[in-house]
């Protein structure tokens, strides 16, 4: 090797070496971008139905009539509050009644149990029925049946949606909002 091929070799710079140096970095910052982008989109979920349209349930109809604070509801109908309902709510939430209205379009029926549906809040976080009326119901064909559902929701909670039998999602609106804590 002469004097002229060395210093042409010596000063070539390592290509290679620059080349590694950026590849884990690169390919780190795709997999992370892969796995951010999956769970956005996985997420996802179907709009939920308006208040007062109705929404697919095995065997029927769903349809949120109204959605009201339950002390409200209370004083407008004149009821006694049922004894499970009668002890004290944790400061920053309500109660909440959700009036149900389910009807059987299909011959065998639909079979309503109050402990198929939640409220989802904002984020993902459910709220169970902490009481209702009925809480079970068979229903024939062309029957319609009123449920009450109460649930404890945040004073602050926003994008309340309903949750049901057959994946059915019926949105709440603003209404339940009490401005305070309390029944």
């Known amino acids: 090797m002469t004097t002229q091929e060395a210093t042409a070799v010596a000063d070539t710079p390592p290509v290679r070496r620059k080349r590694r140096r950026w590849m884990l970095p690169a390919l780190f910052l ?4 892969l796995v951010l982008g999956r769970g ?18 095995p065997g029927g109809l769903a349809r949120l009539n109204g959605v009201m ?3 409200q509801f209370v004083a407008q109908e004149g009821r006694d509050v049922p004894a499970e309902l009668g002890g ?13 209205e389910l009807t ?10 109050a402990d198929d549906y939640v409220v989802e809040r904002l984020g993902g976080r459910t709220s169970q029925v902490v009481w209702a009326s009925p ?17 404890e929701v945040p004073d602050k909670a926003l994008e309340l949606t309903l949750e049901g039998a057959g994946d059915v999602r019926l949105s709440m609106g603003t209404e339940h909002h009490s401005g305070g804590s309390g029944r």
Request: glycine share 6%.
């Open 88 to 100: 004290d709510v944790p400061n920053g939430a309500h109660l909440v009644i959700v009036l149900l």
């Open 69 to 71: 604070p339950y002390t």
């Open 30 to 33: 795709v997999a992370i971008l």
């Open 104 to 113: 059987a379009m299909e011959s065998e029926g639909l079979r309503f149990d």
């Open 40 to 57: 956005v989109f996985s997420t996802e979920q179907e709009p939920s139905t308006m208040l007062g349209a109705s929404g697919s349930v």
């Open 135 to 151: 809480s079970e119901a068979p229903l024939a064909q062309n029957e319609t049946i009123q449920a009450e559902l109460v649930f």
